[in-house]
């Protein structure tokens, strides 16, 4: 009541018409709260210029994360792909930061990123080259408390070579004396000559460089190895490292093939089939699915076609289904409801 006023009924002689507007108006008014009411209750205090909330925010302290579990690093071309268990259902949970170090060595990691999602692409240093990278993760609550590594051993991820640039180093590797080499292997003269020689067959090199031919084709014997000819702006059609044995090729067309792992860096296809699929972002026109979940359970549209969507899947939240929405606080307590009222 509004510092004791009150306002009596409306008499039923009133035609109707009058008669509701004014029972609204008596309802408002004898069921508003005056400011001294407020303050009873102690939410508010009266202040130089009016009513201020008397309330003090209140910090929540969440528990330190658990270490993550499930790192997993999968090498593609020029970037390593990191997954791991979803750890977002932990009370308070915020992010992941994740640390890289050149070594298996944890006290060298260094923080590279942070991501809300329990996937990750990093694109290390040196990458036209295979490099090798070891990770680390650690989960951060809202207070922005770090927990645990995942673990001390960190978990590697290999990237590969990038082929036209190991071909150009293979292709030019400079002639050296006794050392082996095998078909295929390129070598250009120690003094330049605008051509580079392919071993046509393999063998160790003499002691002593050759005169090497400067006629296309023209071979040479050198020790047990011998040489062919070929200008140096010539495209090769592939190059083996003779360090590692890869193959590198320069363009290749394949009408059926099996491979075991592959690193892509661009991939144009007109149907993929795949048990699973997991990708740092997508762009699609369509999306045709027996079930969605995304976020760790947020959002899920299931078979039925039920939608729903959370900001949280725990603690305070706001909840959105297809019939209901929720406002639910830090204890689990449901504050708002709209919709049906039986769910």
Do not use: C
């Not at 046509?200 to 090199?205: H, K, M, N, P, V």
């Not at 290749?252 to 048990?275: C, P, Q, R, W, Y």
């Not at 076609?305 to 603690?315: E, R």
């Amino acid at each position: 009541m509004l510092n004791g006023f009150n306002i009596p009924a409306i008499s039923s002689q009133v035609p109707a018409i009058i008669k509701k507007p004014l029972d609204a108006l008596r309802q408002a008014v004898n069921n508003a709260v005056s400011n001294q009411d407020l303050i009873n209750t102690g939410l508010v205090k009266q202040g130089a210029k009016g009513l201020e909330v008397a309330l003090q925010a209140v910090e929540v302290t969440y528990q330190t994360p658990a270490a993550i579990t499930g790192l997993t690093a999968a090498g593609a071309f020029a970037s390593i792909i990191l997954s791991w268990d979803d750890p977002s259902m932990q009370a308070g949970f915020s992010n992941t930061n994740v640390y890289r170090a050149s070594v298996d060595d944890i006290g060298q990691a260094v923080k590279i990123g942070s991501t809300a999602a329990p996937l990750f692409s990093d694109i290390p240093p040196n990458s036209s080259t295979s490099v090798t990278y070891f990770y680390w993760l650690r989960g951060v609550n809202q207070n922005g408390v770090e927990g645990a590594f995942n673990g001390t051993p960190g978990t590697a991820g290999k990237t590969a070579s990038d082929p036209g640039f190991m071909m150009g180093v293979i292709s030019s590797s400079t002639w050296a004396e006794t050392a082996s080499y095998d078909v295929f292997n390129y070598v250009t003269p120690t003094t330049p000559n605008g051509f580079k020689y392919k071993a046509i067959q393999s063998g160790a090199a003499s002691g002593i460089e050759p005169v090497w031919p400067t006629d296309e084709g023209q071979a040479i014997v050198d020790g047990g190895v011998i040489w062919e000819a070929v200008a140096e702006n010539k495209a090769i059609p592939f190059a083996i490292d003779p360090v590692s044995g890869n193959v590198f090729i320069d363009s290749v067309f394949i009408k059926s093939g099996t491979i075991t792992n592959a690193m892509i860096e661009n991939l144009a296809a007109d149907k993929i089939s795949a048990t699973t699929l997991s990708a740092i972002s997508a762009n699609m026109g369509s999306i045709n699915a027996g079930s969605i979940s995304l976020g760790g359970g947020k959002f899920v549209v299931d078979t039925n076609g039920n939608a729903s969507l959370k900001s949280a899947t725990s603690g305070a939240r706001l909840e959105i289904h297809n019939n209901v929405i929720k406002v639910i606080d830090g204890n689990g307590t449901v504050r708002v409801q709209i919709g049906d009222l039986a769910v």
